[in-house]
């Protein structure tokens, strides 16, 4: 009977112990989880929503004239994401008050990148996988472009008279050097799995200041 006691004691210890040593291994993983969850890489389309009537200024139906490009970064965080973006700006407009005429801001004559915008991105995930974002950008220039450097001012803002000097807003002198302004605008995207810590990113959002609609993809690597 004391043997029989004995191995059971012997028995219900090793149990107890090897369950306790379970339980700090489950421990040590869930404290050492990285609250890191990945990062995303995109690129987001804009077409500017918002023009004067009567309108005087260039044709808004061209490939490059109506429009931004978005290069971008999101870094997951647990439940939140910080994102930075850089923008190639390609026709926004600002009205001169001296005659009332809209016309392309931030232009000197040789960059085909009238403007850039530099953005910083704060996103919390609201529900499921939605993720909403809220971003505030610096604009100036004139910048010259990232990727369409061998466009002419004439393409990118289609039969707008470059070759008068009274139709630029940037004539010489202090304007001539310089534009800068803040913007801001929101978003929403919702990461699709594609394969194993692959997934892609839509995006869809409202930049506020010019009426900018935002669509575009990113593809987001899981830590």
Sequence with gaps: MKKVLFFCLLITSFHVYSQKEFSNVVLNRTSNRSPFRGFAIGFLVQGQ???????????????????????????????FLVGFQVTDEYLYLQ?????????????????????????????????????????????NGPKKSFLMTSKS????AVGFNYNDPSNLLNEPGEMMDGY??????????????????????????YSFKHGGLITGMSFLFLN
């Design 180 to 205: 800068s302004e803040i913007d801001f605008s929101a978003s929403i995207n919702y990461p699709i799995k594609l394969y194993r810590k692959i997934a892609a990113v839509p995006e869809i959002g």
């Design 153 to 156: 001012p004439s393409e990118i």
């Design 49 to 79: 929503l918002k023009y004067p009537y009567p309108y005087y200024g260039p044709e808004v139906n061209g490939l490059y004239n109506d429009g931004a490009y978005h290069y971008m970064i999101d870094f997951y965080i647990k439940k």
């Design 95 to 139: 009205k001169n008050d001296s005659n009332a005429v809209w016309k392309p801001r931030g232009f000197n004559g040789s960059f085909t990148s009238l403007t850039r915008a530099y953005w910083i991105s704060l996103g919390y995930n609201i529900y499921d996988e939605f993720n909403f974002k809220l971003s505030i950008g610096f604009r």
